[in-house]
């Protein structure tokens, strides 16, 4: 039987783990590599999302970037619109979340045409979850105590999938922090307590 590639893709992942357990994934399995099709689809799929949103310069409160149009329409940018990242873990599962940054200072309030916001409209219940994955906290923990080769390599691509999506968003925006443990980060937190996340 052979082994997984260090780079590969969900497809193979997903049909590695049916070779190694005679066609079964459990429940658990589906429902974060169901997830995780979503999001590796994110910006190319046809349908909307807030991370394809925050990234689309028309959301951008341009006048304020020192933006204006070159010849062949594109928009050039004086300064790149500063946001701020957080890691967020809760019972959903994993979720990054984005905030504007007026002048190196995070706003997590509903902000509608102000002249010092990078966008136009900022509201949080609509804008601050870029994207979730669901069921990692538990996922994690199984990969711990009972994941095989495939469980690790479905983490491993997770984390390599959010950590690429931010790097897509540092092209376009001035990231001034990221808070949070990544993906990585938190499962070697389950490793140190020995999959004991409640543990202090």
């Known amino acids: 039987m052979s082994s997984l590639s260090r780079t590969a893709n969900l497809k193979e992942i997903n049909a590695y783990k049916k070779?190694?357990?005679?066609?079964?994934?459990?429940?658990?399995?589906?429902?974060f590599?169901?997830?995780?099709?979503?999001?590796?689809?994110?910006?190319?799929?046809?349908?909307?999302?807030v991370y394809k949103q925050v990234l689309n310069s028309n959301t951008w409160n341009l006048p304020l970037l020192g933006a204006s149009k070159s010849v062949d329409g594109s928009i050039q940018l004086k300064n790149k619109p500063q946001i701020s990242l957080r890691h967020e873990f809760?019972?959903?599962?994993?979720?990054?979340?984005?905030?504007p940054?007026?002048?190196g200072e995070v706003v997590s309030m509903i902000m509608i045409q102000e002249g010092n916001c990078p966008f136009k409209h900022w509201v949080p219940e609509n804008m601050q979850m870029l994207f979730r994955i669901n069921s990692l906290i538990t996922f994690a923990i199984h990969c711990f105590q009972h994941g095989d080769e495939a469980d690790i390599a479905l983490l491993k691509f997770a984390h390599y999938k959010v950590e690429q999506l931010i790097t897509t968003l540092s092209e376009s925006f001035q990231i001034?922090?990221?808070?949070?443990?990544?993906i990585a980060e938190?499962?070697?937190?389950?490793?140190?307590r020995n999959g004991n996340i409640l543990t202090q």
Request: aromatic residues 14%; negative net charge; hydrophobic residues 35%.
């Open 101 to 103: 940054a007026i002048d």
């Open 186 to 192: 938190f499962y070697q937190e389950i490793a140190k």
């Open 176 to 182: 001034i922090t990221v808070k949070g443990y990544s």
């Open 19 to 31: 070779k190694i357990n005679w066609g079964e994934t459990s429940a658990l399995y589906h429902l």
């Open 33 to 49: 590599a169901s997830s995780l099709g979503d999001l590796d689809g994110i910006l190319t799929h046809g349908f909307d999302s």
């Open 90 to 99: 809760n019972d959903m599962g994993y979720e990054l979340h984005c905030f």
